[in-house]
């Protein structure tokens, strides 16, 4: 299982609690999973709005159980921002 850090920005970052912290997964959908049983609050519902990096390159249409993680990779949780 790969060794991941999973960082929050802006309203995930609210929901979560934390700015980031590490997972142990082996896809981007085990990573999700895990970050919302650990934050089952406001998260899960963040986590539908949002877009994703991982290792700096974007998810975007991708299957998220398709998208495997690389041991000291990084997953960046992208919520919509307004402004600019």
Same mark, same amino acid.
């Given at each position: 299982?790969?060794?991941?850090?999973?960082?929050?920005?802006?309203?995930?970052?609210?929901?979560a609690g934390v700015a980031e912290e590490p997972?142990?997964?082996?896809?981007l959908a085990e990573a999700l999973r895990a970050a919302r049983e650990r934050h089952p609050g406001e998260l899960p519902r963040v986590l539908r709005r949002c877009s994703f +990096?991982? @290792? %700096?390159?974007?998810?975007?249409t991708r299957g998220h159980e398709?998208?495997? +993680?690389? @041991? %000291?990779?990084?997953v960046e949780v992208l919520p919509p921002f307004a402004g600019g």
């Amino acid at each position: 299982m790969a060794k991941v850090t999973v960082r929050y920005w802006a309203a995930a970052k609210a929901a979560a609690g934390v700015a980031e912290e590490p997972h142990d997964a082996d896809t981007l959908a085990e990573a999700l999973r895990a970050a919302r049983e650990r934050h089952p609050g406001e998260l899960p519902r963040v986590l539908r709005r949002c877009s994703f +990096l991982v @290792d %700096g390159d974007p998810v975007g249409t991708r299957g998220h159980e398709t998208v495997r +993680l690389a @041991d %000291g990779g990084t997953v960046e949780v992208l919520p919509p921002f307004a402004g600019g």
